[in-house]
């Protein structure tokens, strides 16, 4: 089909939440669509939008309402057709789209790891004991409380600059990002230490950029089918599979990691009480065409072992 594309009359309005990382991740995509087709900047607008996530920072995102609530606002705009895309951090996106929506387009993913964050350097290894760990995240809390029980995790949220704020004020010793948000915001004067999966498992989909559009938009599907990154998209298919067999929210503590080596994929996948107190870990690998009833397997495969009451959130 002849691809319609935009103009400086016409602009491709693309959505995005409006932290820094967010705003970085959104330009990314523009300047992609842009180099491929030889575009100018003016044929673009970045259209940035409040999410009930952003507003609310008082509060653990399992007590209002869990992933949804850094898309739902947006998805509204691109449903409604005030926006043409939008751009996600796909480790906050749930496994399901609203109806007439399809996330079909996933930028090259960046390093998928956590980084250990403390304003004087170190590592998560050598914390003192009944050292205080902030932390939004319960993967990571229930990650740290089984490996490290003697340590006090607090309740932490905000964007980067937040948190370190937060650190200079002494609210915590030590905290985590994402490896993949300080790479994409050039964030080089930010002590970190990088987390080894082996270590710690990232969670499902981490340092992946989704793209969403419109089920029925064929013309910006045309366009994203450019961007498309399919190693990328083969490893979230296993993740997403894992995690959506798994009924996971923000209110599951639930890790994985997909990974490929020539035409094979080795998926890894943890589930852990919110309390940290049980972790079970598994592993499978396969053909990556295997990749999504590999995610159903393995989440199975957990589940059985969990056996009732595992997820105390249920």
Request: glycine content about 10%; charged content about 30%.
């Amino acid at each position: 089909m002849k691809i319609s594309l935009p103009t400086p009359a016409q602009t491709f309005k693309i959505g995005t939440r409006g932290s820094l990382l967010a705003l970085a991740q959104a330009h990314e995509t523009r300047d992609r669509i842009m180099d491929h087709f030889d575009l100018p900047a003016e044929a673009f607008e970045i259209v940035v939008i409040s999410t009930q996530g952003d507003r609310v920072l008082d509060r653990a995102l399992k007590e209002i309402g869990g992933k949804g609530l850094f898309t739902r606002e947006i998805e509204d705009q691109l449903l409604d057709g005030s926006i043409d895309i939008a751009v996600h951090s796909m480790k906050d996106m749930p496994v399901d789209q609203p109806e007439g929506l399809i996330l079909d387009c996933y930028l090259p993913r960046e390093n998928p790891c956590d980084a250990f964050i403390q304003l004087g350097g170190g590592k998560l290894v050598d914390l003192p004991i009944g050292s205080v760990v902030g932390t939004s995240s319960l993967r990571r809390r229930a990650q740290l409380l089984h490996r490290r029980p003697d340590l006090d995790v607090v309740e932490f949220r905000g964007n980067v600059q937040t948190r370190l704020k937060k650190l200079q004020d002494g609210v915590a010793t030590a905290t985590f990002l994402a490896m993949a948000g300080l790479n994409r915001l050039d964030a080089t004067d930010v002590p970190r230490s990088e987390i080894a999966p082996e270590e710690m498992l990232p969670a499902v989909a981490q340092g992946a950029i989704g793209i969403e559009r419109r089920s029925d938009d064929r013309n910006t599907a045309a366009i994203l089918e450019a961007l498309h990154h399919r190693e990328t998209g083969e490893r979230l298919a296993a993740e997403r599979a894992f995690l959506a067999a798994l009924d996971g929210s923000c209110e599951t503590p639930i890790a994985g990691l997909a990974t490929l080596d020539g035409g094979t994929l080795r998926l890894r996948g943890e589930i852990l009480r919110t309390d940290g107190s049980e972790a079970l870990f598994d592993e499978i690998s396969g053909t990556i065409e295997d990749g999504a009833q590999m995610g159903r397997e393995l989440a199975t495969r957990l589940l059985a072992r969990a056996g009732d009451g595992f997820f105390d959130w249920k």
